[in-house]
């Protein structure tokens, strides 16, 4: 059982060079893994390496630049095992990933959550660092502070009670984990993404600048035109928000539009078109 102690993490932001076949993966960006063979503080040794597989494309806009499959090779950077009194201690990082046509490319990146929510949090503290340990119950994430020093005591001194335990971590063959780039990557757009795909997607800013701006325009949204993707809104602000919120009026008053809008239904049950649009009570194509 291990748990994750986490690290930093920056925009998903993603921009593309100026030939439209290589583009740019920012720092900050995720890339989910799979072990393929497993990791124990009781054997594992400061240096050793270990192998795991890119399980989700990775794809800037419509292009895919990681595919699933895509080799990625782990370090291990401080390695303790569990004593009666304290639990092992297991810290990665990534220096390499080799993708499916046999490019190998040289990374710097860092274990993080696999969970974006998690992954906020963690952003909340520049000294945090995720480290595996055992016995936190299962894969989850929790910040430690271990401050700006790379030094394992201090990671240890961080940890305090969640040490307490006294088990060793044991990350089985084909556990899922998030590595985060710490430095940009220039790759090669390896041809679209497929409809269906699992993927992680990286939007180029001035893609999600255009999205913000047209979707302020038309009132459905209220945050800054910056290009990235990092708006948190409370429960609060979210209420208050739909309650003020009113239905734009439709621009289109002729044509084929205007046609569909009188007789299409709701877009929460299909928009399915049909005589009578949001007044049919029955819908013919249920008969």
Not at 31 to 37: A, E
Not at 91 to 103: K, P, Q, S
Not at 123 to 133: C, H, K, M
């Amino acid at each position: 059982m291990v748990a994750f102690f986490s690290i930093s993490i920056r925009s998903n932001a993603a921009a593309p060079t100026a030939a439209q076949s290589r583009v740019v993966l920012p720092a900050g960006s995720v890339i989910l893994v799979r072990t393929t063979s497993p990791l124990q503080s009781a054997t594992a040794q400061t240096g050793q390496t270990f192998e795991a597989t890119v399980s989700e494309t990775v794809g800037v806009d419509e292009y895919t630049v990681i595919p699933t499959g895509s080799r990625v090779r782990g370090v291990v950077s401080v390695a303790r095992p569990a004593t009666r009194q304290q639990s092992g201690v297991i810290e990665v990082t990534f220096d390499r990933i080799t993708l499916a046509d046999g490019t190998v490319l040289p990374i710097t990146g860092k274990l993080t959550s696999t969970d974006s929510t998690e992954r906020r949090q963690i952003e909340q503290d520049p000294n945090a660092r995720v480290v595996l340990v055992g016995g936190r119950g299962g894969i989850g994430a929790a910040i430690a502070g271990a401050g700006a020093s790379r030094s394992p005591n201090n990671i240890f001194a961080a940890l305090g009670s969640m040490l307490s335990e006294g088990r060793d971590v044991n990350v089985p063959a084909g556990t899922t984990l998030g590595g985060e780039l710490e430095r940009a990557v220039t790759l090669r757009g390896r041809g679209r993404l497929r409809g269906g795909e699992a993927a992680t997607l990286y939007t180029a800013p001035e893609r999600i600048r255009a999205a913000q701006t047209a979707l302020r325009e038309r009132s459905y949204y209220r945050g800054p035109v910056n290009g990235t993707l990092d708006v948190e809104l409370s429960e609060a602000e979210l209420a208050e928000r739909k309650k003020n919120w009113k239905a734009p009026a439709n621009p289109y008053q002729s044509g084929a539009i205007r046609k569909y809008a009188q007789l299409v239904g709701p877009a929460s049950k299909g928009a399915v078109t049909h005589a009578g649009g949001k007044a049919e009570v029955v819908c013919y194509a249920d008969i």
